[in-house]
C-alpha cells in the first residue's frame, strides 16, 4: 500500500515569509498528525485531525500557524509569518481512527530552513 | 502531564551484540500505551514494538523486546543480535491521548 506523502521535502525561506507544506495520508486513515521535531529532539505533535474536525491542537502557536484538512483526506500546515525557530523537520502521520495502541504511519517529513 | 525521558543521548554496540535502551516516564494515568520508534536518515519513523499497559507480559518483535516495569515507568528496549541496519535514532513514546515521543537515543552499530 502507499505510505503518507510530504512534499516538499525541503524548504529554505527567509524570515518572516510564509511556507506551506502538504500531506496526503494513507487511504482510509480518519486520523492524520503534524509534528513538529527540532534538531536533537523528539517530534512535537502540533496538531491531530479525526477526519475533517481537529481533535487537539493545544501545542499549535496559533498566532501563526494554521492547519486544514479539507474533505478529511489530505492536509496543508502554513507558518506566517515564519521565525527563525520553526526551523524544524514537519512529520505528517496517519492512522486508522487515532486510539489505542494503534500505530503511527509516518511520511518522510519537510524539513524547513528559516534563515 | 505526561513526560518521556530517555537518559542516552547516544549508545553504541558491536554488531551481533545485545544493547539495551532505557526509556522512563511519568503519568498518573493506569491505563495507556507505549511504544519504541526508529528514525533512519531518511526521516520517516518505523515503529520497532509496542505494549499495551494493561499487559504483564513483555512484548516482543523478532529481535526486539521490551522491559516493561509498570511500577517503575520504565520501558526499556532490548536489541539482540545488532546489525547494521538497526543503526538509527530511537524514540520512546507514551499514548493515552496524544502520543509523546522522548528526545531520542542514537544508535551507533559497529562491525
Known amino acids: 500500500e502507499a505510505g503518507v506523502a510530504q512534499s516538499p521535502r525541503y524548504k529554505i525561506i527567509e524570515k518572516r515569509q510564509s511556507v506551506a507544506f502538504w500531506c496526503n495520508p494513507i487511504?482510509?486513515?480518519?486520523?492524520l498528525y503534524w509534528y513538529q521535531q527540532i534538531l536533537g529532539q523528539g517530534p512535537k505533535l502540533l496538531i491531530q485531525?479525526?477526519?475533517?474536525?481537529?481533535?487537539?491542537d493545544s501545542q499549535l502557536p496559533k498566532d501563526r500557524f494554521s492547519a486544514e484538512r479539507l474533505k478529511g483526506v489530505d492536509s496543508t500546515l502554513k507558518i506566517q509569518p515564519a521565525k527563525l525557530e520553526d526551523s524544524a523537520v514537519y512529520l505528517c502521520?496517519?492512522?486508522?481512527?487515532?486510539?489505542?495502541?494503534?500505530?503511527?504511519?509516518f511520511g518522510s517529513g519537510t524539513q524547513l530552513s528559516v534563515l | 502531564a505526561q513526560t518521556v525521558t530517555q537518559s542516552q543521548p547516544e549508545m553504541s554496540v558491536q554488531e551481533a551484540e545485545t544493547v539495551t535502551l532505557s526509556c522512563t516516564y511519568d503519568?498518573?494515568?493506569?491505563?495507556?500505551?507505549l511504544f519504541w520508534y526508529k528514525q533512519p536518515p531518511s526521516r520517516q519513523m518505523i515503529l520497532v514494538i509496542r505494549q499495551e499497559a494493561y499487559k504483564q507480559q513483555n512484548a516482543t518483535e523478532n529481535r526486539f523486546s521490551v522491559n516493561f516495569q509498570k511500577a517503575a515507568k520504565s520501558f526499556s528496549l532490548k536489541i539482540s543480535d545488532s546489525q547494521l541496519g538497526d543503526a538509527a535514532m530511537y524514540f520512546c513514546?507514551?499514548?493515552?491521548?496524544?502520543?509523546?515521543f522522548g528526545a531520542g537515543t542514537r544508535l551507533t552499530v559497529k562491525p
Open positions: 503519568t498518573s494515568e493506569s491505563d495507556y500505551y
Open positions: 485531525f479525526q477526519n475533517n474536525g481537529v481533535v487537539d
Open positions: 487511504s482510509g486513515h480518519a486520523t
Open positions: 502521520a496517519s492512522s486508522l481512527d487515532g486510539t489505542g495502541v494503534e500505530k503511527l504511519f
Open positions: 513514546a507514551y499514548r493515552r491521548r496524544d502520543m509523546r
